[in-house]
C-alpha cells in the first residue's frame, strides 16, 4: 500500500498558509490533516468550516479531517460542503457510531474512526468494515508538540492483523509526536499514513516534507 504524508496545519503558520501548504504539496505530501477541537471532547478549540473552505481553494492536496468534538454526526453535510474528502470521527464521542459512519458515506466522502490512547483496539472490531481508515492517536489529543506513545506501536501492530483479516484495503494512520527519528518504527508497525505538525512546518518545510516523503517511499 502507498504510504502517505499528512501535514498537520495545527503547526502552520496562518499569516501564510496557502504558501506553506503549496511548500509541502511541491515536496511531495499528498493529504492536509485538519484538526477539529471544540473545547468539550478536548479541552483545545481550533478552527472549523471556514478556514477549510478557504485552503481547499488552494491546493488539490486530500483534505483529511479529523473531528475532535462531541457528537460528530451534526456538522458532516457542513465538513462535506466545506471541502473534506476524508472524514475520520472518534469512537469515544458517538452515541451512534455505525449511525454516524453512514452519514459520512451518504454524503460521499471516506470514513474514518480514531481512538485515544487509553482505548483498546478490540473496540473497534464492528467498525472495521464499516470505514475506510482508523486513527491510532499516539498522544492524547487535542495539543500538538507531545512524545510519541512507545505502546501505540504494538495498538498499531495488532490493529494491522486485524484488518489484514477483515478490511485489507482499510489505511492506518497514526497522529501524533512523529518525525524523522521515530517514523520509520511507526511505518514498520504497520502505519499508512503518516501525521506531522512540528516535523514539517518547524523550520525547512519543503526538506522536511522531501525527507519523510524519502523514507516513506523505503516502506512501500
Do not use: W
Request: glycine letters at 8%; aromatic letters at 10%; hydrophobic letters at 40%.
Amino acid at each position: 500500500m502507498q504510504k502517505i504524508l499528512a501535514p498537520s496545519i495545527l503547526s502552520a503558520d496562518f499569516k501564510i498558509l496557502g504558501e506553506q501548504l503549496r511548500q509541502t504539496a511541491e515536496a511531495g505530501a499528498q493529504y492536509i490533516h485538519f484538526d477539529v477541537m471544540d473545547g468539550d471532547f478536548v479541552p483545545s478549540i481550533s478552527f472549523g468550516m471556514p478556514v477549510l473552505s478557504s485552503i481547499r481553494g488552494v491546493t488539490e492536496q486530500v483534505m483529511d479531517v479529523h473531528l475532535m468534538v462531541t457528537e460528530p454526526i451534526r456538522y458532516v453535510k457542513a465538513f462535506k460542503e466545506a471541502g473534506a474528502d476524508f472524514l475520520t470521527v472518534h469512537y469515544e464521542a458517538c452515541e451512534d457510531l455505525h449511525r454516524t459512519l453512514e452519514e459520512i458515506h451518504k454524503y460521499g466522502m471516506k470514513a474514518g474512526i480514531s481512538i485515544k490512547p487509553n482505548t483498546p483496539v478490540y473496540m473497534l472490531h464492528p467498525f472495521l468494515k464499516e470505514a475506510e481508515m482508523f486513527l491510532i492517536m499516539s498522544v492524547e489529543p487535542g495539543f500538538g508538540g507531545q512524545s510519541f506513545i512507545p505502546y501505540s506501536l504494538n495498538k498499531i501492530q495488532e490493529l494491522r492483523g486485524l484488518l489484514e483479516e477483515k478490511n485489507p484495503e482499510a489505511a492506518i494512520e497514526v497522529d501524533g509526536g512523529i518525525y524523522h527519528r521515530n517514523v520509520g518504527e511507526v511505518l514498520q508497525a504497520g502505519a499508512d499514513v503518516i501525521v506531522s505538525g512540528s516535523g514539517v512546518f518547524k523550520g525547512d518545510i519543503r526538506e522536511n516534507t522531501a525527507k519523510f516523503m524519502e523514507i516513506l517511499k523505503q516502506y512501500e
